[in-house]
């Protein structure tokens, strides 16, 4: 059986900047042998940046989307979630239930603790690795109050994911999201609180 799988990283600042080349497709050559470039075409954005440059992407985003929060050297400017399954899976389902997969991901993220689809700087599937997957970067956003108790959206990280097994509660809700979707898949399995993954 195959499994529903998502996986989570946050990033500082200078982390997050190092997540694009890759994402992204900016560079001629790759460390990674399992690229192929051959089929790069193949890949495509669920939302494209409008910087290939994720800081300045981040900056563009914080600003239109009016963002609070005090940031520093070490603070979480974003998260990336990896979205996919195995290659069997994907075999099986062919090209258009593949797409479907993937947008349903797409629109559970942008709705998980009403983070917004305006607070995603990149989602790009990836077709040109072993296994189709999906990276979806965004900053992580929350409701909160100013000091004169108004409602705003600040960037806070940590507050995103305060809750206690908040890896295992995004994996049996995404579980729950692609199964309610009618997609015949497992699980996926926690390991250090991080959810299993496999490319």
Not at 47 to 65: D, G, I, T, V
Not at 125 to 153: A, C, G, Q
Request: glycine residues 4%.
């Amino acid at each position: 059986m195959s499994y529903a799988i998502i996986r989570n990283e946050k990033y500082t600042k200078d982390q997050m900047i190092k997540l694009a080349p890759h994402n992204e497709r900016v560079k001629k050559e790759y460390s990674n042998k399992n690229i192929d470039k051959s089929k790069s075409y193949k890949n495509y954005h669920l939302k494209k940046p409008e910087f290939a440059n994720y800081f300045k992407e981040f900056k563009r985003l914080k600003e239109e989307n009016n963002l609070k929060g005090q940031l520093h050297k070490n603070s979480i400017y974003a998260c990336e979630m990896i979205i996919t399954s195995d290659k069997d899976f994907f075999d099986k389902i062919g090209e258009k239930e593949t797409k479907r997969y993937f947008q349903t991901a797409y629109n559970f993220i942008c709705n998980y603790k009403n983070l917004g689809e305006e607070n995603v700087i990149s989602a790009v599937v990836h077709l040109d690795e072993d296994t189709p997957h999906m990276h979806l970067t965004f900053i992580p956003v929350v409701d909160s109050k100013d000091k004169e108790n108004n409602p705003i959206r600040k960037i806070g990280g940590n507050d995103f994911w305060k809750e206690k097994n908040s890896y295992k509660i995004l994996q049996d809700k995404f579980y729950n999201c692609v199964k309610e979707n009618g997609f015949n898949l497992e699980r996926g399995k926690n390991i250090n609180n991080t959810p299993h993954f496999r490319m």
